[in-house]
């Protein structure tokens, strides 16, 4: 009920934003995963529902606190978010903030594995692909309604290209490139600095910022963007 007294740009709609890393298992202790921090995703959900919107973060293994007003849901691997994320649908607004393991062992052993002494200095371990949690809400079944979807790109070399690959590939709306080969800034830091690329491949520069200041640009410029769409 309170969500119908609230104000702001994003009033009235719900913005499902995933964010941290997935972890895949290997064994009961260990596991494949990244350095994301969470931090953007996080800087988001809380930009999000101070313009007012209603927010759903799901959030994998990070150390961050739950902004106000924020429902969290906490996830571990990448299918686990795929599910999670598909079940707070319906949502008019999807942010993939999340680094999203590409790759997952094949099987996860049930008990630690141990050393094999004939195997010599070598171990292998199988890979399998993960879902794309991105371009699977953004492509939904017939009859389902399809969120406005937002992707980020961080990448080390040819970040615009790339990221509008992305975005085409994808089938979003909006793309958020970052290059994280700079340092100071994107994975794990707490500034970035960003280019936005929307649907008919315009550029939009957000230079060097907090995250909590380009959290707000960013969700600044996403309602600009759908006040703007065709109801
Ligand atoms: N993404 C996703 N599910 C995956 C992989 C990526 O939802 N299994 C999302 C990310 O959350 C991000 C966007 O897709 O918003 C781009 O992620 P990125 O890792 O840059 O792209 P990939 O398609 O995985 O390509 P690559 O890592 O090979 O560059
Ligand atoms: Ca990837």
């Not at 707070?88 to 996860?108: E, N």
């Not at 809400?137 to 399809?146: K, V």
Request: proline residues 7%.
């Amino acid at each position: 009920v309170a969500g119908c007294f609230e104000r702001g740009s994003l009033a009235g709609l719900h913005l499902l934003i995933n964010a941290g890393p997935t972890r895949e298992a290997i064994d009961p202790v260990r596991y494949i995963s990244n350095h994301s921090s969470g931090k953007m995703g996080f800087a988001l959900a809380e930009a999000a529902a101070e313009a007012g919107a209603r927010v759903t973060l799901v959030a994998g293994p990070v150390n961050l606190p739950t902004p106000p007003r924020v429902q969290r849901v906490d996830v571990v691997s990448a299918e686990d978010m795929l599910h999670a994320c598909q079940n707070a649908l319906p949502a008019d607004v999807f942010i993939a903030s999340a680094a999203v393991a590409d790759y997952r062992p094949a099987h996860c052993a049930d008990s630690k594995l141990k050393k094999d002494p004939h195997s010599g200095d070598g171990m292998t371990l199988s890979l399998v692909r993960n879902p794309d949690i991105l371009a699977t809400l953004s492509s939904p079944p017939a009859g389902q309604a399809r969120p406005w979807c937002v992707g980020f790109a961080a990448e080390t070399n040819e970040v615009l290209s790339y990221a509008q690959g992305k975005l085409q590939r994808k089938n979003l709306d909006l793309i958020i490139a970052n290059d994280v080969s700079q340092p100071g800034i994107g994975f794990n830091s707490d500034d970035n600095a960003v280019t936005l690329i929307d649907r008919s491949l315009q550029q939009h520069s957000l230079p060097h910022a907090s995250k909590q200041k380009l959290a707000r640009q960013i969700i600044a410029f996403i309602a600009e963007q759908l006040a703007r769409q065709p109801s």
